[in-house]
Structures are given as C-alpha cells and as structure tokens.
C-alpha cells in the first residue's frame, strides 16, 4: 500500500526488537521529508522505551529505498542553494546522524535496491545485512549532485577513500557481494533468509547489557574522528562510565563463576 494516508513508516515491535519499515513501495521507498520525519519520531519512541533493545529497518516491496524523492524536492533545488539545503540537505543530514548515534544498535536489512539516500541510511547503520539480490549506488552523479545525506563523508569511512570517490564519481550499480566485499554490509544472505537472520542478529545484540552496548556505540562513533590519543581517552571515559554498573559487575561475576549472566540494564 502507498497511498497519502498509508504511514510512511511501519512499525513492529517483536520482543526487545523494533521492526521498521520504510513504507512507499510504489515509490520505492523514496526518502520524502515526511518519510524521514517519521523514521525519526519512531526513534525517539524506541530511545525512550527500555523494554526495546535493538532496531531493525528494512524496506517494503522490492527496495530498500531509491533514494531521496527527487520530484518532492526538486521545487527546493530549483528555489537555489539555501532552500535546497535548509529543506532537501538538512533533514537528510539529521536522519543519518540519528542512526548513526542512536544508543541502541540500528541494523539495515536491505532487501533489494539501496541507492542514493537509501545507500547512505545503510551507511549509517551500526550493521548491516544483505539480500542476495540487494543492488547498491551512488547515483546522484548521474542528475548532476553530489550526495547530500552524508555519502561524501560516511561511504569513505565504510569502504575507504579510492573505492568511495570510484563509486561516487561514476554512480554505479554494485550487486550484494561486493558491498560486502567493501565493507559497507556485513554479510549477504538469501532473499529469503534476509529478516530472520537480522532478526535473529538483532534478538543476540537485544540479549548484551544495554548500557555498555550503548558506551560501545559511542565510544566507536566520537573515536572515528578523532587521534589515536582522544580515541583512547574516549574509550577510557566510556569504560569508566560503565566499570559501577550492575550488569558490568554481573558480568564479570558470572564469567568467574561459570555462569551465563543476567543483565538487567542497569
């Protein structure tokens, strides 16, 4: 269904694991403003509910997502630069770095086509895994832009910088195999593996200690961009933060112990 009163996003909480789903699959999934506001609101929905442990986002229909929606933004890009980057950039922008810095891990299940926007939300995921027959581009060479939702800066961190400006630049189609091969998905699976292996995935990570989960996710977030030297006083400050917890006494207790620990996430 994609119609103007179908959500845009859907939402299945099983267990300690939140489903969503990009939901315009007659547009493939293209990334409207509207689509990426409530990717948002159903994150902060997720943030704030302690039973929920780990996200899933996947795609309905054949894509994960095409990309931004071109023809919802192009009045902004024909408006000029400050439009275009207040109402087309920016929202874009906000998205990928939600993901990126949620506390609980976001895994991609890309189930077909990722390009464009749908490719850099993947490389905003924590993890990710891949269809058999997901395809992945950069194609906004291809309508004379650059990526606008944080591609020229995150693809060179998932795949390094001569692979990222040979995809950027020529806007190519690449199948699941090489993205993994690259190091912007995980693992490739069968098409119809796809959910309940991430789902299986993410019940495993919804089973660690939710608050070193999230000082782990952190610390590797803030240390990418940073020296070696801050990367490691973050990494310190992380572990300090964590040392008086609970489940870091838990878990130490029941390694020693020969026991499986009970976490309790706090």
Not at 4 to 26: C, F, H, S, Y
Not at 64 to 77: P, T, Y
Request: proline share 5%.
């Amino acid at each position: 269904m994609d119609s103007g009163t179908a959500p845009q996003v859907l939402r299945e909480d099983r267990g300690p694991v939140a489903m969503l789903t990009l939901n315009r699959p007659r547009k493939l999934n293209a990334l409207s403003n509207e689509m990426i506001a409530a990717l948002m609101a159903a994150l902060d929905e997720i943030e704030l509910d302690r039973r929920l442990r780990a996200v899933v986002i996947t795609g309905a229909g054949r894509a994960f997502s095409a990309g931004a929606d071109i023809a919802a933004f192009q009045r902004h890009i024909e408006a000029g630069a400050p439009e275009a980057v207040v109402h087309f950039m920016r929202p874009g922008h906000q998205m990928t770095r939600r993901v990126e810095s949620f506390p609980k891990p976001i895994i991609g299940a890309v189930n077909g086509i990722a390009f464009g926007g749908g490719c850099e939300l993947i490389e905003a995921t924590h993890v990710a895994l891949a269809a058999e027959t997901a395809t992945f581009s950069k194609a906004e060479i291809n309508i004379g832009i650059i990526p606008t939702f944080g591609g020229t800066q995150r693809l060179p961190r998932n795949v390094g910088r001569k692979a990222a400006i040979e995809l950027i630049l020529t806007g190519r189609v690449f199948d699941a195999n090489e993205a993994a091969r690259l190091g912007l998905v995980n693992r490739v699976v069968t098409d119809a593996e796809l959910i309940s292996k991430t789902m299986a995935l993410a019940e495993d990570l919804a089973a660690k200690p939710p608050l070193t989960v999230a000082a782990a996710l952190a610390a590797v977030h803030r240390g990418m961009d940073s020296s070696i030297d801050d990367g490691l006083a973050i990494e310190e400050a992380a572990f300090a933060r964590i040392v008086p917890t609970v489940d870091a006494r838990e878990g130490v207790a029941a390694f020693v112990e020969k026991r499986q620990p009970t976490f309790r996430g706090v």
